[in-house]
């Protein structure tokens, strides 16, 4: 709300009573000034306010019959959530002109966008970080120096308890609503190889099961 206050100035109040009041002000000032009114996580407003997308499709219905041109961007980072949205007898399905998925880099994307160089290094780099740009940042934009450096970088990275690396893989299943495995039964995949170690599920599958240097583990006995 403090964003759309600062951008609005002081056409809006500064507390809306109920998310119909926020929702026909954000859709007034998209009509009025021809811009893209942006809504970022809105599964999780969804989970605080289930009838939310019900909301918005009455407004946006109420511009469409009344010929008002407004453009609303709902963005969210719970796929399973977002997936929901325009299916089925869901409120906001037919509402749409688009829908985009914003995907991870693909392998050669991502090797330079990390800036690794070395054929090997940037194979076992992929299979702990995957595609996500965001993990760069996560660790603080380190990169291993080499390939003698690899092990030493995932310690001080990926497994140090005080990087926001650390603990991903569990916030990104809490975050999915369709996950309902307990935390400690969740299967989690961990190749175990002598001086080649591989930290992350990323692309792997339950097939690795029947090779000698994989076990599966659960999340806690991952993070300990």
């Not at 399973?80 to 995907?103: C, I, K, Y």
């Not at 090797?111 to 595609?131: E, I, M, N």
């Not at 935390?183 to 029947?210: I, K």
């Amino acid at each position: 709300m403090e964003a759309l206050i600062e951008h609005a100035g002081a056409e809006v109040p500064h507390r809306f009573a109920s998310w119909d009041e926020a929702v026909r002000q954000l859709l007034a000032l998209s009509a009025e000034r021809r811009e893209i009114m942006v809504i970022d996580e809105f599964p999780y407003l969804c989970k605080v306010s289930p009838a939310l997308p019900s909301i918005i499709q009455r407004e946006i219905d109420r511009a469409v019959s009344s010929n008002t041109p407004v453009s609303l961007l709902l963005c969210g980072s719970a796929m399973s959530v977002m997936g929901r949205l325009l299916a089925g007898d869901a409120p906001l399905r037919g509402r749409a002109s688009m829908e985009l998925v914003v995907r991870p880099f693909a392998y050669r994307q991502a090797v330079d966008y990390w800036r690794v160089r070395d054929p090997r290094l940037a194979v076992r780099t992929h299979a702990v970080v995957g595609g996500t740009p965001a993990y760069l940042r996560f660790v603080g934009g380190a990169v291993p120096q080499g390939p003698e450096d690899f092990d030493d970088w995932v310690r001080r990275t990926v497994l140090d308890p005080g990087t926001p690396l650390f603990r991903e893989a569990r916030y990104l299943l809490e975050e999915e609503a369709d996950v309902r495995d307990s935390p400690s039964t969740t299967p989690c995949w961990r190749r175990w190889r002598p001086a080649t170690p591989h930290y992350s599920g990323v692309g792997f599958d339950g097939e690795l099961s029947s090779e000698p240097d994989v076990r599966a583990i659960g999340l806690a006995e991952l993070y300990g």
